[in-house]
């Protein structure tokens, strides 16, 4: 655990996914924007769905990657449920498909089922030892809890992302304020992540205690960094 964990510290992870339609929304789009990122320092990866997994796993079988799943397509009132790696079948096929590192919703919400995240972590752990779990959060209390329950990992992935803290979301910021809270609490390494945009977010993130910080849409989704670039475009010349 110490190695791979090691392998994260003050590491930049980049996120590489896409979702629905999207044109760069399959196994060999992805594994090449993975490949590309790495081309430019990227250390560690993190992406969703098995096939996306196994196609980046197979051509950077040394770059340390976080799996998870997502719903295709997204469900509706995403704040409401839980959506990333909800069950135990699925995030054994995450492990399966090559992932190192789990990542599964740890927020106080109910599991498709019924199942209980308890069981889903310590099934993983008994089954697959030498894989470590993240935990993604979206308060205090969620990373408390899943700290208790033996996450390697705590991630302020979902802060803005639920009906409980949807407002923090507005700002366009990354949640410093919860990642400086799990910091001084938790006995694991945190990793900021959601809303970072900048190379100074990232300086932030790391001043304020973060083991690894997670970028994604402003790296790997264009169309988002473009309808970035065009809110600089003067109105009226928008045509």
């Not at 994260?8 to 992805?30: D, F, M, R, W, Y």
């Not at 970035?228 to 475009?233: A, C, E, N, S």
Request: aromatic letters at 4%; proline letters at 8%; glycine letters at 8%.
């Amino acid at each position: 655990m110490t190695d791979l964990l090691q392998a994260l510290k003050h590491q930049l992870i980049v996120s590489v996914q896409a979702e629905g339609n999207a044109p760069l929304n399959t196994p060999e789009h992805l594994s090449a924007m993975a490949q590309t990122v790495v081309l430019g320092g990227a250390r560690v990866l993190r992406t969703a769905q098995p096939d996306n997994i196994r196609a980046i796993k197979t051509a950077l079988p040394h770059i340390p990657l976080i799996g998870l799943t997502k719903p295709e397509p997204m469900i509706e009132a995403p704040n409401d449920h839980v959506y990333i790696t909800p069950t135990l079948a699925e995030a054994l096929q995450v492990v399966e498909a090559g992932a190192d590192i789990v990542a599964l919703d740890a927020t106080n919400r109910p599991r498709p089922g019924g199942e209980l995240l308890a069981t889903i972590v310590t099934e993983l752990k008994q089954q697959y030892p030498h894989n470590r779990l993240m935990a993604d959060v979206a308060t205090l209390d969620d990373g408390l809890r899943a700290a208790e329950l033996g996450f390697d990992i705590v991630g302020t992935t979902l802060a803005g992302y639920t009906t409980d803290t949807v407002e923090r979301a507005r700002c366009g910021e990354p949640d410093m304020d919860l990642l400086r809270a799990l910091v001084a609490q938790l006995p694991c390494p945190v990793v900021l992540e959601g809303r970072v945009w900048t190379p100074e977010q990232v300086r932030q993130g790391f001043e304020a205690g973060a083991w690894a910080v997670v970028v994604g849409s402003a790296i790997t989704r264009p169309h988002q960094i473009t309808q970035r670039f065009l809110t600089g475009i003067p109105q009226h010349s928008r045509q």
